[in-house]
């Protein structure tokens, strides 16, 4: 039976409408219509990354561009893809975009007799099955999902760019990592579809970004794109449509409606492990090199702003090339300089092949942060100051939890405290989840600090006032928690004088001196 699928014609790119609401689109579509869509929301974090990549990839691709900066400025003028030079590259082209082309599937091989049988449950990273942890689907092995054509291209599209290894059903040894499959991407957004490319659509080719050859090209424009054998990209486009696995997917059912439940996978291409991706944050360091930023689950991402909108401090800090860009076309006059735009954290956490969560991260960028090292000075000095007031609240806190467990221990030296009560108090406050309070009531009022301080003298001020204020009510919850006995409240008091000796000694510290008269 014959099967066909193309991904330039058929709907398969869940895209959001200015209402909300969700439609699955063509690619040329998706290109077609992206000034009057709001962007592109996958079934996961990853699904979302995996659809922006691809999307890059068939811009840069049709466009072989843009070369300048100008050029760029010429297509960020017109506010929409002038689509008769897509339409003439998707003829060229279509056949290498049919998901089940008989010659050359989409981000396939034609036959993978070497490979591993695999279902579709073992390769979906939010499907329990094998060692993946339930994280939305409560599917597992016995009950194999059928994918429709639309949800087996995006689930190729994930595996091809955020596989990890020894992850989905493949041994470590039989397999590396895809660029994506660990680390934070960065992506910048704005209000439409069309602006978020076009802002993370940077020059091409250009050897700062990533080095560059004459062969480079994308996947589906060469022959054998797992020839020759490399580990490193032959430049960008290779790049972003970098083959990790070779994949055969099988098809079954009406040929009007086809299903995938089963597929072929072995080891694609290796991606050298030092290759330095456009769109991760890397810190410097001075023995391990280039380490890339991962997600915490304890830490919001907007804790570390202040160390990814360094642009010019090249010796520690190597911020995503986005920022970079945004920083340039200000300079340039290409964009407003005072325009805030938004940007996508998005990823996952893994221990190795295990994948503990997905995270999805959106917060204020205001191009002042990029253009103006002061600014970030300032923002580094805000961030310093709520990890020392979240460290003088653990101090109270952790006195309320160890006068809680033993009410002997008031007055003794840290040193003294008997060491099961240390454990069991530090399991105490862990549970009443202090730190988890400060932090997350501090989220929408640190996005409100990071967009009104560069206009604002007063931010900075305010910023601390409710650091203080939120370390209190941070303390009250576990006082709540703590309970209303004697022991409790007497805990209780303890606990205030040492939260209000820690942050009268911070915050006396920004005070000026006064001048002493004779």
């Not at 002042?368 to 310093?384: G, M, P, R, S």
Request: proline share 5%.
């Amino acid at each position: 039976m014959t099967y066909s699928f193309n991904l330039i014609d058929q709907p398969w790119i869940p895209c959001a409408r200015p209402d909300g609401r969700m439609e699955e689109l063509s690619l040329r579509e998706t290109l077609a219509r992206a000034h009057d869509l709001r962007g592109i929301q996958g079934d996961s974090p990853l699904e979302t990354a995996s659809l922006y990549r691809l999307l890059l990839a068939v811009i840069h691709s049709v466009l072989r561009g843009p070369k300048t900066k100008g050029a760029w400025a010429e297509l960020w003028n017109t506010k929409q893809f002038e689509m008769s030079k897509f339409d003439s590259y998707f003829k060229k082209w279509h056949t290498r975009f049919d998901l089940f082309d008989k010659d050359r599937p989409f981000y396939q091989v034609k036959s993978n007799k070497d490979g591993r049988e695999k279902t579709s449950n073992d390769v979906m990273p939010d499907v329990a099955s094998g060692t993946n942890a339930t994280l939305f689907s409560h599917a597992d092995d016995e009950n194999n999902i059928a994918l429709t054509p639309s949800k087996a291209a995006r689930t190729l599209l994930v595996m091809q760019t955020m596989s990890v290894a020894g992850g989905w059903g493949m041994a470590p040894k039989e397999s590396s990592d895809a660029p994506w499959g660990r680390g934070v991407i960065f992506l910048t957004e704005d209000d439409t579809l069309f602006n978020s490319l076009l802002l993370n659509l940077f020059k091409y080719p250009d050897n700062q970004v990533m080095p560059t050859t004459k062969e480079d090209m994308p996947a589906w424009e060469v022959e054998n794109p797992f020839k020759p054998k490399r580990e490193q990209p032959l430049g960008y486009l290779d790049f972003l449509t970098w083959q990790n696995r070779q994949v055969a997917l099988i098809p079954e059912g009406d040929a009007a409606s086809p299903i995938v439940k089963q597929m072929t996978i072995s080891q694609g291409l290796k991606l050298e492990a030092a290759t330095l991706d456009p769109m991760k944050h890397y810190r410097i360091d001075e023995k391990k090199g280039y380490l890339f930023h991962r997600f915490s689950e304890e830490r919001s991402l907007w804790r570390d702003s202040a160390a990814l909108f360094k642009v010019h401090n090249p010796q520690t800090t190597r911020p995503p090339q986005a920022f970079y860009w945004l920083a340039y076309l200000a300079d340039e006059n290409a964009i407003e300089k005072h325009q805030t735009y938004r940007f996508m954290a998005l990823g996952m956490s893994n221990d190795q092949a295990k994948i503990d969560f997905y995270r999805h991260e959106t917060f204020p960028l205001p191009l002042n942060y990029l253009q103006h090292d002061f600014l970030i000075e300032k923002l580094t000095q805000a961030l310093a100051m709520a990890e020392n007031v979240s460290r003088a609240l653990w101090s109270a806190g952790n006195q309320l939890a160890i006068l809680v467990v033993s009410s002997n221990s008031d007055g003794k030296s840290w040193k003294d405290i008997n060491k099961l009560t240390k454990e069991d108090a530090k399991k105490l406050y862990r549970h009443w989840g202090t730190e988890r309070f400060f932090w997350s009531k501090l989220e929408v009022p640190f996005y409100e600090f990071l967009q009104t301080m560069p206009e604002d003298e007063s931010a900075l001020t305010h910023w601390n006032e409710t650091l203080k204020q939120t370390a209190w009510d941070a303390l009250a919850s576990a006082e709540r928690m703590a309970g209303e006995n004697t022991k409790a409240l007497k805990a209780t008091v303890k606990a205030r004088g040492v939260l209000a000796y820690e942050l009268k000694k911070l915050f006396e510290e920004l005070q000026p001196q006064q001048e002493v008269t004779a």
